[in-house]
């Protein structure tokens, strides 16, 4: 093993890697991991040449440095039926063409029908346990292709330990196979001063403090409840609060949209949508505290962005979480309304809970980078090399 890994080292590499998810102003979290990790990566290792593989025009800001090579593979994979033919059909073909010795897919797709060694990262495996948060179609082909896919790898990289844990209890993996190639945060993620924070408040909230959601709007996030919890506090909270919600609508949202309905403070509830890593800075910069409570993470970025900003958070004492904030964040038990209400009445009464935190977050963000991410990855990626 230490022979072929000294090996990979020298060797120059062909590295086809699966860049589907960098849409220009579109990155999510899968793709803010690949836009980061890969950045790094190819600017690192020029010894090397990578084939991005985009399934539509891309951006040119995408494209790193030299050693990079982008090819378009039609037609673009947004569908289950079209992810199977682009994965299965479309992939092996250019694999062929360009020699490939390697495949790295970020988002955990990999190609059944290619005899190429093959890294996914599989950042959680929610769908294998919660069916039902996910379009019917999207959950069938998540749940039958995925163990397979990791069968398939040679190797695995995952966001945490948790994760790590799952994929390997789930699907029968080795555990020794899988690598835990955790998160980093935007570099714009950095405190704000006392005249920023005030002013974004008037601009936003009339002056007044606020809780903020950062994620998409989907029933894993668990917003109902958050929703819920938010209208109990401020019944028990005598001052005015707002609660900013940042993020698209991803699936099943009519619980929600009737939650919001009959809430008693419904109109302190602001629904911002999608917004860009600056707005989003600026916003959870001058936040009481970031709340995610969700049902299930395989790491949760937002908590650690929080903690740049020196913005505590209330978290979910379940999954990835407690990994990822360690002892400087707030939590509660995501299935209680009750006790992520108490939570936030804590965040808004306490100031030395508040000071703690934050203290405690200087610690412990510094275990995470995106320059770790990527050289943690490329670690991964040499080993099957």
Known sequence: MLYNFTQSIFKSMNIAVNTRLLIKDKL?????????SLKRITKKHPEHRFFFIFDRPFADEFIF???IEPLVVSPPARHPFLWYYWFEFQLPKIFKKIDANIFLSPDGYLSLSANIKSLPVIHDINFAHNPEDLPFLTRKYYNRFFPKFAQKAVRIATVSEYSKYDISKTYGIDKNLIDVVYNGANSIYQPLDKIERKQIKQIYTQDTEYFIF?????????VVRMLWAFDEFRKDYAKPYKLLIIGNYFFKNSELKSVHQKMRYRNDVLFMGHQTPEKIHRLLGAARALILVSKFEGFGIPVLEAMNCNVPAIVSDITSLPEVGGDAVLYADPFSV?????????????????????????????????????????????KIG
């Open 28 to 36: 999510d979290g899968i793709g803010w991991f690949t836009f980061e």
């Open 214 to 222: 950062i994620g998409s709007i989907h029933p894993r996030k668990n």
């Open 338 to 382: 009750n006790a992520i209400s108490k939570a936030m009445l804590q965040m808004a009464d306490d100031e030395i809970l508040r000071k703690k935190l934050i203290e405690n977050a200087k610690l412990q963000r510094q275990k995470f980078s995106w320059d770790k991410t990527a050289d943690k990855l490329w670690n991964s990626l040499m």
């Open 65 to 67: 440095s030299d050693n």
